[in-house]
T-cell receptor
Framework: AQSVSQHNHHVILSEAASLELGCNYS??????LFWYVQYPGQHLQLLLK??????LVKGIKGFEAEFIKSKFSFNLRKPSVQWSDTAEYFC?????????????FGTGTRLTIIP | NAGVMQNPRHLVRRRGQEARLRCSPM?????VYWYRQLPEEGLKFMVY????????ESGMPKERFSAEFPKEGPSILRIQQVVRGDSAAYFC??????????????FGQGTRLTVV
């Protein structure tokens, strides 16, 4: 079965700092990869996704992620964070061989931006 | 096009009561997924349903939990005889029918169940 690891449990940054959140997955086959964000009290929103093609994907709100197949990683980046980026971030994987779109999530990274 | 609608947003139940959580998928979506988020944990897959069919229930507890997605009406996640450990946020997601797996699931706002 696949699994997803997010090693950063809680990250605290100042505004304008650069961000990188780690995500590693374990699965030997083809995967779709996602980053979701959950603002306090709200539902999960898709930040970006990777299905195929260019391993550097750009999402909403200035976020991007790079799929490195050899490292089984899909790290999320943003060059300059804002206070409004304070939220919980979840990496998720869909293993295509399972034949459905169920997602396996990491435990999440809580991001706190200090004004 | 309304998003995925879940109700109630908050549900309080006493131990031993039943909890019924509802999820109306986005218009045109025929696939529904239920996830549970325990405190300080990520979302865990519970069950995947299509209209009138349970496709994958590998994440469902063996007892007390059931799910359905009838031909008409919302999907229901039912928890019988709730215990304190059932307290969690329950999220529903829906996706459109597709031949491959390159689709995106859209999430509802969740139902926060508190068992007292």
């Amino acid at each position: 079965a696949q699994s997803v690891s997010q090693h950063n449990h809680h990250v605290i940054l100042s505004e304008a700092a650069s961000l990188e959140l780690g995500c590693n997955y374990s699965y030997g086959g083809t995967v779709n990869l996602f980053w979701y964000v959950q603002y306090p009290g709200q539902h999960l929103q898709l930040l970006l996704k990777y299905f195929s093609g260019d391993p550097l994907v750009k999402g909403i709100k200035g976020f991007e992620a790079e799929f490195i197949k050899s490292k089984f990683s899909f790290n999320l980046r943003k060059p300059s964070v804002q206070w409004s980026d304070t939220a919980e971030y979840f990496c998720a994987v869909n293993a295509l061989n399972f034949g459905n779109e169920k997602l396996t999530f990491g435990t999440g990274t809580r991001l706190t931006i200090i004004p | 096009n309304a998003g995925v609608m879940q109700n109630p947003r908050h549900l309080v139940r006493r131990r031993g009561q039943e909890a019924r959580l509802r999820c109306s998928p986005m218009k045109g979506h025929s696939h529904v997924y239920w996830y549970r988020q325990l405190p300080e944990e990520g979302l865990k897959f519970m069950v995947y349903l299509q209209k009138e069919n349970i496709i994958d229930e590998s994440g469902m507890p063996k007892e007390r939990f059931s799910a359905e997605f009838p031909k008409e009406g919302p999907s229901i996640l039912r928890i019988q005889q709730v215990v304190r450990g059932d307290s969690a946020a329950y999220f529903c997601a829906s996706s459109p029918p597709s031949e491959g797996s390159n689709t995106e699931a859209f999430f509802g706002q969740g139902t926060r169940l508190t068992v007292v």
